[in-house]
């Protein structure tokens, strides 16, 4: 494991106040731990704080909401983004899934208080509840249109909505345990949805029918992702003429986490096995990040690096903190991790610098979402954050 570079979570609001002061500290496997002190000085003549820091670690650049500080022992450097706002009345418990519309002016979540809520990203305010799964409801996406969204929980259910009015006109009824992700084909005619139930299902969404079962093992599968692969990859011929409601399976590769450890990759289209990758733990959550690259985080905190053309051995594997990997998003040429213990990383393919979004005080972060410059993320302490990443 890397070095790990940690901060006080409020650390912005702390250092605002006269004299106020927030702990940093370093720690890096099978070494003893480094802990400092961060103190404000007062603000500056550009109106940001002044920071002095104990003399293990050094404070190269203060803003109102981002702060970057080294520790040259160790020889690791970090920015910290604090949030730009935070909505507390969205859900009442565990904010467990999120996504934003594709206009960026919509977000829609679900909690362990077993509601889907529809709500503005300028202020938080509550549009629609979306009532009719029981249970607990694991996750949700917006459809292209933005004007639909896709839910799926505890029920097994996956469920199909109208933003407009709130209602539900489909339900898709199939998996035999609780649906764990979804996934959306192309513009949303087809969309796929993994379960405890150790499948993938290829759905109609027109017809509420079920085009193809994926995966026949008992293994709850954890996440899912679609990606354009690259022509060079061999993906497969269907075995059967395919129904002519599936649209848009042609050049796809579906993703795999499962909870045996393994990832797997499929060709959407020819329901054939692309690649098995046998991990470290169980995989929570997947993602591709190119045509040929896919990402996959596991419960002890590794992320691999795949290239799908040659997948039996890792470009990478990295691990910040040994905390479970809870959600991987492809961002700018980079990616956004979040982890159980409520860090968030942002890597960037053509840069050394590493953002850390702070704020979750160790609760596990669930989701994390971009939208442009906007990043969101949902939280065990029932808080939806907004981050605004201005200078990337």
């Given at each position: ?6 901060i006080?979570s409020d650390?912005?609001?702390v250092?605002r ?9 370093c ?5 003893p ?6 103190k ?6 550009d109106?940001?704080?002044e ?6 670690f050094?404070?190269?650049?203060v ?6 500080v ?5 020889n690791?450097s970090r920015?910290f ?5 935070s909505?507390?009345r969205v859900?009442?418990?565990?904010v ?8 960026g ?5 679900t909690?362990?208080d ?5 709500w503005?990203?300028n202020?938080g305010e ?7 799964h029981?249970y ?7 459809f292209?249109?933005g ?5 799926g929980?505890?029920?097994?259910q996956?469920k ?7 209602s539900?006109?489909?339900t898709l009824?199939?998996h035999?345990g ?5 996934a959306i084909v192309?513009?949303g ?5 993994c ?8 759905w109609?969404?027109g017809?509420a029918s079920?085009?193809?079962v994926?995966g026949?093992s008992?293994v709850p ?15 497969g011929a269907?075995?059967?003429t395919p129904?002519d409601r ?9 993703i795999?986490a499962q909870?045996?450890k ?7 289209h ?7 990758f ?5 995989f929570?959550?997947?993602?591709a990040i ?6 996959a985080g596991a419960?002890d ?15 990478e594997?990295?691990?910040?903190t040994?905390s479970p990997?809870?959600?991987?998003v492809?961002?700018?040429d ?9 860090s968030?990383f ?11 979004l702070?704020g ?5 972060l669930y989701k994390?979402v971009?939208f ?9 302490d029932?808080l939806i ?8």
């Amino acid at each position: 494991m890397a070095a790990k570079l940690s901060i006080q979570s409020d650390w912005d609001q702390v250092l605002r106040k006269p004299e106020g002061e927030a702990w940093i500290s370093c720690k890096i496997a099978g070494k003893p731990t480094i802990y400092g002190t961060l103190k404000s000085n007062g603000n500056g003549p550009d109106g940001n704080p002044e920071v002095i820091s104990s003399e293990e670690f050094v404070v190269h650049k203060v803003t109102k909401k981002n702060i970057v500080v080294s520790c040259p022992r160790l020889n690791i450097s970090r920015k910290f983004v604090s949030p730009y706002t935070s909505f507390s009345r969205v859900h009442s418990k565990n904010v467990t899934c999120m996504d934003i519309s594709s206009g960026g002016g919509l977000g829609v979540s679900t909690s362990t208080d077993q509601t889907i809520k529809i709500w503005q990203t300028n202020n938080g305010e509550i549009r629609r509840v979306l009532e009719g799964h029981i249970y607990d409801v694991y996750c949700c996406m917006f459809f292209p249109s933005g004007k639909v969204v896709l839910s799926g929980g505890m029920d097994a259910q996956v469920k199909i909505w109208s933003v407009d009015d709130g209602s539900c006109p489909v339900t898709l009824k199939g998996h035999k345990g609780g649906v764990l992700d979804l996934a959306i084909v192309d513009r949303g005619r087809n969309i796929v949805s993994c379960s405890r139930d150790g499948t993938a299902r290829l759905w109609d969404c027109g017809q509420a029918s079920c085009i193809a079962v994926i995966g026949d093992s008992s293994v709850p599968i954890n996440g899912i992702a679609v990606g354009l692969a690259d022509n060079a990859v061999n993906l497969g011929a269907p075995k059967e003429t395919p129904s002519d409601r599936e649209v848009g399976t042609e050049g796809k590769l579906l993703i795999l986490a499962q909870e045996d450890k393994l990832l797997k990759g499929v060709g959407l289209h020819s329901r054939e096995s692309i690649f098995v990758f046998e991990g470290s733990d169980a995989f929570n959550c997947c993602t591709a990040i190119s045509s040929v690259g896919v990402l996959a985080g596991a419960q002890d905190g590794n992320i691999f690096h795949l290239d799908i053309r040659n997948p039996k051995i890792p470009i990478e594997t990295i691990n910040r903190t040994g905390s479970p990997v809870l959600s991987l998003v492809p961002f700018k040429d980079g990616y956004i991790a979040s982890h159980g213990d409520g860090s968030c990383f942002i890597t960037q393919q053509y840069s050394d610098e590493v953002l850390q979004l702070t704020g979750p005080d160790c609760e596990s972060l669930y989701k994390v979402v971009a939208f442009e410059k906007n990043i969101y993320t949902c939280c065990r302490d029932g808080l939806i954050r907004k981050y605004q990443l201005t200078d990337l």
